[in-house]
């Protein structure tokens, strides 16, 4: 959890041009984070790097 975090935080600061805020939400066993920018494009989805292993396991 810690480096998603960091990752979602991390590349905001980086690609956004203004604020980023951080919102996060425990409740029971669930954990909701929420990242918002002041970039007013949307990201794209990329296909994924056949060379990094996708599963988390290893």
């Known amino acids: 959890m810690k480096l998603v975090v960091s990752k979602l935080i991390t590349h905001g600061l980086k ?3 203004g604020p980023v805020l ?6 029971g066993d669930a954990v909701e ?4 920018d002041s970039n007013s494009v949307l990201p794209m989805a990329r296909a994924a790097d ?3 292993s996708t599963d988390w396991r290893s």
């Open 50 to 52: 056949a060379a990094v």
């Open 33 to 36: 984070v929420v990242v918002w």
């Open 15 to 17: 690609y956004a041009p």
């Open 22 to 27: 951080m919102d996060l939400r425990i409740a």
